[in-house]
C-alpha cells in the first residue's frame, strides 16, 4: 500500500510513522526545509497525554504546576498543585523527532516542497510537488492525506467546503518567543497564564507560557464571529498584552503564527475519492483551549489503524464511509459542549457586559474549584462540577 501525506506536523508525521512501522510505503511532504521553522504552538499538554504518546524528554521545555487567569479587569487568579499537571513542548524539538522517527522507519521525507493536487480518483490521487527552485515532479498513491492543519490546502483543491449547518470557527493567532532574565520570568514559571477580555484582546485570548532558559511564549488569538473578519495584524493586542505585563524589554527571539480553525461536529466532508484528512485539516483541534496536538496525533492513529485494517481493500468509498463514522462517533457531548463553549465565548467577548458575564465565570471558579479540577475541564471536558455556571454560556 503507499500513501502520500502533505503536511509533516504533528498529525502527518505521526501516521506517516505508524504506517511506515506496518510496511506501508509512505512518502512524506512538507513545505518547511527546516522542522524549526514556523513553530507556531503554543504546546501545553496534561502529563497523561506526554506519557501515553510516547514524547520525548527533549521535546519538554517546561513543566507547570498552576494556572493562572488575569480576568477582563486586570485581576489574577491562580490555582495551583502540589505536582506536576503537565508540560510546554518545544514544537520544534517536536517536529524534529517525528521527522527523525519517520526517517528511521524507512518514511521518504521530502522537504521545502509545496504540492498541489493533480488528478484524484476512487483508487489513486496524483499530486504535483514543487521546490523552492523551482523544480517539479509528479507523485502518485494509492491514499493522499491532507495534514495541512487549518490551511486545508488539499481538501480545497478537490473543491470540498465546510456544512453550512456545522461552520468552521477560524481566526488567527501570532506568538513570539522571548528572552527573559530571572526576574522577568519569575511571574510566569511554574504555570500557564491566559488573558480574557476586551481589554486584553476581543474575540478571543492571550497567553504566556513558560520555557526553558527563562524563555517565554507569548501570544494572542483573535476568532471573530463569520461576520466580522480576522484583522490583518494582531501586533497592537500582542504588543499591548507584553507591554501590561512588563516584558518589553525582553529581546525577541522568533516571531511565528498562523490561521486556526474547526468545526464543533466536524461533519464537514473530510474524504474525496483516494484523499483523506487527519488532523487540524479534520478539525481535531479543539478551540476552546486552542488545543491540537494531542487530538491531532490520535486522529493520526486512528486513521492508521484503518487503513491498516482496510485500506489494502481497494473499497474507497466503504473505507471513506467507515471513516467518517469512527469521528463522528468521538465526539462525546463533552466535546460538543466544549466547541459550543468556545464558540459562545471568543464571539461573545466584545463589550462590557460580556467582561462581567466571564468575570462572573472565572470569580465562581476562583472560590470553588482547584488546579486539577481546570484540568479535568479544560483537558478532558469535565464539566458536570460547573454545569450551572456555564449554562449561560450555551443559552
Known amino acids: 500500500m503507499s500513501v502520500l501525506i502533505v503536511g509533516a506536523g504533528p498529525s502527518g508525521a505521526r501516521l506517516a510513522i505508524q504506517l511506515a512501522r506496518a510496511g506501508a510505503e509512505v512518502t512524506l511532504v512538507d513545505r518547511l526545509p527546516d522542522p524549526h521553522r514556523h513553530a507556531y504552538s ?63 522507519h524507512g518514511v521518504e521525507l521530502i522537504q521545502g516542497c509545496r504540492a498541489a493536487l493533480s488528478t484524484l480518483t476512487a483508487d489513486q490521487a496524483s499530486v504535483r510537488l514543487q521546490t523552492c527552485d523551482g523544480r517539479s515532479s509528479l507523485r502518485s498513491a494509492r491514499w493522499l492525506i491532507d495534514a495541512t492543519g487549518a490551511r486545508r490546502d488539499l ?90 505585563c512588563g516584558l518589553s524589554a525582553c529581546p525577541v527571539l522568533d516571531r511565528h503564527g498562523g490561521p486556526v480553525s474547526s468545526s464543533i461536529a466536524r461533519s464537514e466532508p473530510l474524504v474525496a475519492g483516494a484523499l483523506l484528512a487527519v488532523g487540524d485539516a479534520a478539525s481535531s483541534a479543539n478551540l476552546l483551549g486552542g488545543e491540537g496536538i494531542r487530538h491531532a496525533m490520535d486522529s493520526a492513529d486512528q486513521l492508521a489503524d484503518l487503513l491498516l485494517a482496510e485500506g489494502m481493500s481497494g473499497h474507497s468509498k466503504a ?77
Open 42 to 104: 503554543s504546546g501545553a499538554l496534561p502529563l497523561e497525554a506526554v506519557r501515553r504518546l510516547g514524547l520525548p524528554d527533549d521535546a519538554i521545555a517546561a513543566t507547570w504546576q498552576g494556572w493562572q487567569l488575569h480576568d477582563p479587569s486586570g485581576l489574577v487568579h491562580q490555582w495551583w498543585s502540589s505536582g506536576d499537571l503537565g508540560v510546554v513542548l518545544d514544537f520544534g524539538r517536536l517536529r524534529s523527532w517525528l521527522w527523525e522517527e519517520a526517517r528511521r
Open 155 to 244: 481538501l480545497r483543491q478537490a473543491g470540498l467546503s465546510p456544512n453550512p449547518e456545522d461552520p468552521l470557527l477560524q481566526g488567527i493567532g501570532v506568538e513570539l518567543l522571548l528572552q527573559a532574565d530571572d526576574r522577568q520570568a519569575a511571574a510566569w514559571r511554574d504555570r500557564i497564564s491566559f488573558f480574557l477580555g476586551t481589554a486584553w484582546i476581543p474575540h478571543g485570548y492571550g497567553w504566556i507560557f513558560p520555557m526553558q532558559g527563562q524563555r517565554l511564549k507569548v501570544g494572542v488569538c483573535h476568532l471573530p464571529p463569520a461576520d466580522r473578519p480576522t484583522p490583518g495584524s494582531l501586533a497592537g493586542p500582542l504588543q499591548g498584552l507584553i507591554q501590561r
Open 319 to 395: 473505507m471513506a464511509l467507515r471513516y467518517q463514522e469512527q469521528l463522528k462517533a468521538q465526539q462525546s457531548w463533552r466535546w460538543l459542549v466544549s466547541g459550543r463553549l468556545a464558540r459562545r465565548t471568543w464571539w461573545g467577548i466584545d463589550n462590557p457586559r460580556a467582561d462581567r458575564r466571564l468575570e462572573r465565570l472565572i470569580h465562581g471558579l476562583s472560590a470553588n474549584a482547584e488546579a486539577r479540577d481546570l484540568s479535568e475541564m479544560l483537558f478532558n471536558y469535565n464539566f458536570e462540577r460547573y454545569g450551572l455556571r456555564l449554562l449561560p454560556y450555551l443559552l
